[in-house]
């Protein structure tokens, strides 16, 4: 989750306004302040129950990523604007003062809170940053509409460049936009026809993905192949591998 080498620090300039606002929210951070000083109040702190499912966050170019939260206590982003690219991020989640508390296996750390307004608010803290000062960086944080929650993530599949000996990752965001970890260009945009999820890449090709059992298949079309009424590739895919979620 970081820009270049951090998707929250950008040139490690802030403005006077985002200061004061990073600020003002430290007082809503679980590891801010003691438990007794803490602004938000008790009818404010999550519950266990509320926890699993995705959610939509923004990063310090207040650009949407999500985060997918399972019951078994995993987190897995598709934040893709770092090194890693589509890699995503893995790690796990708990509950701290009853806020969402998430940290990264490489060292990133982010919580969402529910403030003394009801509203939600992510803050993030870079590897080795103290939790108990002021975030690197914050933003919003909302519940993925179910109608999206369902599609995004992170998937890896099988290349057709390889002919299937290599596998590949696709991070599928709640903005409708996909990124992938290899070729170039990397971008594409992403929709729904029935029980299947399409890609076109900005070179023109074709990525489809559907489940299969407790697995998923994939298909891929060349570019300048036409889409039917329904948004459908038109014709047979180029090539056809397996894949899987990534929880």
Not at 53 to 61: I, P, V, Y
Request: hydrophobic share 35%; charged share 20%.
């Amino acid at each position: 989750m970081r820009l270049a080498t951090s998707r929250r620090m950008k040139g490690m300039r802030t403005p006077l306004r985002v200061t004061v606002l990073a600020c003002s929210f430290i007082l809503a951070s679980c590891g801010a302040l003691p438990a007794s000083e803490r602004s938000a109040p008790a009818n404010g702190a999550f519950t266990a129950a509320e926890v699993p499912g995705t959610w939509s966050l923004t990063d310090d170019e207040n650009v949407t990523f999500d985060v997918v939260l399972s019951a078994e206590g995993t987190a897995v982003s598709n934040w893709s604007k770092g090194p890693q690219g589509a890699k995503g991020e893995e790690g796990r989640w708990a509950l701290k003062d009853g806020c969402i508390e998430i940290d990264y296996t490489d060292g990133w750390h982010d919580a969402i809170i529910r403030d003394h307004r009801g509203w939600l608010v992510k803050q993030s803290y870079a590897p080795g940053a103290s939790r108990s000062g002021p975030p690197t960086n914050h933003g919003q944080a909302v519940r993925t509409p179910e109608v999206l929650a369902r599609w995004v993530g992170l998937y890896e599949t099988q290349s057709q460049e390889s002919a299937g000996k290599q596998t590949f990752r696709i991070a599928i965001q709640s903005s409708h936009v996909a990124w992938k970890t290899i070729g170039t260009p990397k971008m594409g945009s992403w929709w729904v026809v029935g029980d299947r999820l399409h890609i076109r890449w900005a070179d023109g090709w074709i990525d489809e993905l559907h489940a299969d059992g407790n697995a998923w298949a994939s298909r891929t079309w060349q570019a300048g192949t036409a889409l039917d009424a329904t948004g459908t590739p038109v014709g047979g895919p180029t090539f056809q591998g397996r894949g899987r979620k990534v929880k």
